[in-house]
């Protein structure tokens, strides 16, 4: 285990934090600029557009495809590897993809690749205003089968996600980690903590979180909707778009007008989400964290909003 630095981007005002390599939030972070710095050169307002029209969610495929390009090129183990994550992260960067991007057709991604996983999200808040965002897998069902006694623990079997390309940053050697494709979500505004968020599901994991970004900043939906809303999930390597029942009924044949292979899904394809929002009162004093506090009852200067999806187990739980 490493204590790491995050990596961020800001999307509208808001900073937004991911694992850096080699997991795969960098994709995450790459797919908001993209969205955030190409929307004026085509004359897109997501907000103004909304989920109801297809131009909307092709834009949001066409941005995911670029991010997802540049992650299965880059991402690997940074002892290893020199991992460009300033430079694919730089806003004028994402200004150099915009061209890529066609209003009218979808693209074939450049570069293929994808993973699965087992994984489980879990968030938490406490009184002091400390905020978690925690993403735990061992990768595919029980993992590597072999369990360390007698503490129970399940050795996981990632090692499946190395490449064996020589040139790949993320190809197999002794004591390096392979490309991993768990990341947990965490959102600052004006330097303090405002949500954390995660969104299980392998490689579904960065579309989404930027879909749930944009719900949240765009569309100034709430913790809980933005997981009610319907998704997408666009696989890399068949370049499928799968999108949700009622999403395909709404816009799918739009979408293969425009060259799609669109498919509708159930709610599993697109993963689970958790997420904590917190909102501040600015009348209350900050929380001071102290042997005295730990037994007093003082909570938080504000209040904690908790979601969670309907499409898998789990429930929002204050106390």
């Not at 085509?42 to 557009?49: K, M």
């Not at 131009?55 to 002892?79: C, I, Q, R, T």
């Not at 600052?188 to 954390?196: D, I, K, S, V």
């Not at 669109?262 to 009348?283: E, K």
């Amino acid at each position: 285990s490493e204590w790491v630095e995050p990596i961020t981007t800001n999307y509208h005002g808001y900073d937004v934090y991911q694992l850096p390599p080699p997991g795969q939030g960098l994709a995450a972070l790459e797919m908001l600029n993209i969205l955030e710095v190409c929307a004026p050169v085509h004359e897109v307002n997501l907000a103004a557009l909304g989920p109801s029209n297809a131009d909307y969610w092709h834009f949001m495929v066409e941005a995911k495809k670029l991010a997802y390009s540049d992650l299965y090129a880059y991402n690997g183990d940074p002892l290893f590897s020199d991992i460009p994550v300033g430079s694919l992260l730089d806003k004028s960067y994402a200004a150099s993809l915009c061209d890529r991007i066609d209003m009218d057709r979808a693209a074939e991604p450049s570069i293929k690749g994808g993973l699965g996983g087992g994984t489980i999200y879990l968030t938490s808040a406490d009184r002091w205003g400390n905020m978690v965002s925690l993403i735990h897998s061992v990768y595919s069902v029980y993992g590597s089968g072999a369990t360390v006694a007698p503490y129970g623990m399940v050795l996981h079997n990632r090692g499946t996600g190395f490449a064996l390309d020589p040139d790949s940053p993320n190809v197999v050697a002794p004591r390096k980690r392979p490309f991993h494709s768990i990341i947990a979500g965490f959102v600052m505004q004006n330097g303090a903590p405002l949500m954390t968020f995660g969104n299980m599901g392998g490689a579904v994991q960065p579309e989404t979180h930027a879909q749930h970004m944009v719900n949240v900043i765009d569309h100034g939906m709430n913790i809980q909707m933005t997981t009610d809303a319907a998704r997408f999930t666009h696989n890399q390597n068949a370049n499928v778009l799968s999108l949700e029942h009622e999403l395909y009924n709404l816009v799918g044949r739009a979408l293969e007008a425009k060259g799609h292979s669109v498919r509708p899904v159930n709610g599993g394809a697109v993963g689970g989400y958790q997420g904590i929002l917190f909102t501040r009162d600015s009348s209350l004093p900050e929380p001071v964290y102290s042997e005295q506090s730990i037994t007093d009852d003082h909570p938080v200067n504000g209040v904690y909003r908790a979601g969670s999806d309907h499409r898998k187990d789990g429930q929002a739980v204050g106390w």
